[in-house]
């Protein structure tokens, strides 16, 4: 297919003070149906998307995070998370849900889809992408 | 060129809709194409006929239609978002058992995929938010 673009989705934003996160999370499984090259980075207080434990019954608002476990099965496998965000919030990885994919490549043998990566590195994978959304 | 517009944030409280009509209407007028703007988030709420700002105001939702009337425009607020905030279509009030529909002149109600196609299709998707 001539036309796969690499779509970069930039998540910034705490997952329920605004609806950036959630809206942001149903573009991204609409868009998996397109076959294109999808990757998501979270950074600043988007890291706190992923994070586990999320419990919103005392805020009246659904608790939408067990969605990004399902990322794996849409074959969007490259979720990036900004080292110096998660060192700024005193969050390490182990903090974040678990993220995995089958890999078919790989006899489907499960792996994890989150990668640590540093600013100026996100900022090389931001350069290269074909089509950043920022939410 | 041919490039779209992604809006993520509704009129007046916000700059981004102003902006990007500025924009849009710049590059249409420089011999660019515009192949969509979307509206999604806060952004659908530029989509609504009965928007009345006071008259020494700008009217950012009659500027929007007068563009996509000039230039044939594809204006497109997403149905998800719309619904949410009470933006609805003759289609969408009798879909959802409402009494009425606000949609303004010039705009349509799709879904999210027409943003994913927006940004395949174009050379640049540019993006108006916060």
């Known amino acids: 297919m001539s036309d796969v673009k690499n779509f970069f989705y930039v998540n910034r934003r705490a997952p329920y003070g605004t609806i950036y996160a959630l809206e942001s999370l149903e573009v991204v499984l609409i868009g998996a149906a397109f076959e294109q090259d999808v990757s998501l980075a979270f950074l600043d207080d988007g890291v706190f998307q992923l994070a586990k434990g999320q419990e919103t019954k005392d805020i009246g608002m659904k608790n939408f995070s067990p969605t990004y476990k399902a990322l794996g099965d849409y074959d969007v496998n490259k979720i990036y998370v900004e080292k110096e965000s998660l060192e700024a919030r005193g969050l390490t990885v182990d903090d974040l849900l678990p993220l995995t994919y089958e890999d078919a490549d790989d006899d489907y043998a499960e792996k994890n889809s989150i990668k640590v990566v540093t600013a100026a590195e996100l900022a090389q994978l931001m350069d290269q992408a074909d089509v950043v959304l920022s939410f | ?130």
């Not at chain 2, 425009?73 to 279509?89: E, F, N, S, T, Y």
């Not at chain 2, 009798?94 to 395949?120: C, H, M, P, T, V």
């Open chain 2, 1 to 130: 060129m041919k490039f779209s517009v992604l809006i993520s944030e509704g009129p007046y409280t916000h700059q981004a809709s102003d902006t990007a009509y500025n924009f849009t209407k710049a590059a249409l007028e420089k011999g660019h194409e515009c192949f969509r703007v979307f509206f999604y988030h806060d952004g659908v709420n530029n989509g609504t006929r009965l928007t009345t700002p006071p008259q020494d105001d700008r009217n950012v939702v009659n500027r929007w239609s007068a563009l996509a009337k000039e230039h044939n425009l594809d204006l497109v607020l997403c149905v998800a978002a719309a619904q949410r905030r009470g933006i609805a279509d003759a289609d969408e009030a009798r879909r959802n058992g409402k009494n009425a529909d606000n949609i303004a002149e010039g705009f349509r109600i799709s879904g999210l995929g027409q943003l994913i196609e927006a940004g395949i299709q174009s050379d640049r998707l540019v993006t108006f938010g916060d």
